[in-house]
C-alpha cells in the first residue's frame, strides 16, 4: 500500500514561493506516474501538473510557466514549486500516484493513491 505525505504548503503573499513536497512510503515513486491537484473552497478537485515515468510532463493552462513538478528519486518525493503565487491559486493541495508507468492524466479518477493534501493560502 502507498503512502503519500505532503508538506510544504502554508500562506503566502501574493508574487511569493512555495515548495510542495510529497514523500512517499511503501512504493517506489519512479515506477508511477505522479500528478498534483487542488481543491479550492465549493469547487471540484482540479488538475495542477503531471509528470509520467519518463519525466514527460503537463500542466494546466492556468498554472503554466509558474508552477513546476519534479522528482528526486533516490528521496522519494515529488515537488511542486509555486511561483509568482495568485489568490486564486488558494487550495488545499493533493498529490496522487498513478500506477500506470505512462499515465499521469488530467482525470483524479485514473490516479489510484492520494496523500491527505496540504493548504496553500496566498494572501493579496
Known amino acids: 500500500q502507498v503512502q503519500l505525505v505532503e508538506s510544504g504548503g502554508g500562506l503566502v503573499q501574493a508574487g511569493g514561493s512555495l515548495r510542495l513536497s510529497c514523500a512517499a512510503s511503501?512504493?517506489?515513486?519512479?515506477?508511477?506516474?505522479m500528478g498534483w491537484f487542488r481543491q479550492a473552497p465549493g469547487k471540484e478537485r482540479e488538475f495542477v501538473a503531471a509528470?509520467?515515468?519518463?519525466?514527460?510532463?503537463d500542466y494546466a493552462d492556468s498554472v503554466k510557466g509558474r508552477l513546476t513538478i519534479s522528482r528526486d528519486n533516490a528521496k522519494n518525493t515529488v515537488y511542486l514549486q509555486m511561483n509568482s503565487l495568485k489568490p486564486e491559486d488558494t487550495a488545499v493541495y493533493y498529490c496522487?500516484?498513478?500506477?500506470?508507468?505512462?499515465?499521469?492524466?488530467?482525470?483524479?479518477?485514473?490516479?489510484?493513491?492520494w496523500g491527505q493534501g496540504t493548504q496553500v493560502t496566498v494572501s493579496s
Open positions: 496522487a500516484a498513478d500506477l500506470n508507468l505512462w499515465g499521469g492524466s488530467r482525470g483524479p479518477s485514473q490516479y489510484d493513491y
Open positions: 511503501g512504493g517506489t515513486l519512479r515506477r508511477y506516474a
Open positions: 509528470m509520467n515515468w519518463s519525466g514527460s510532463t
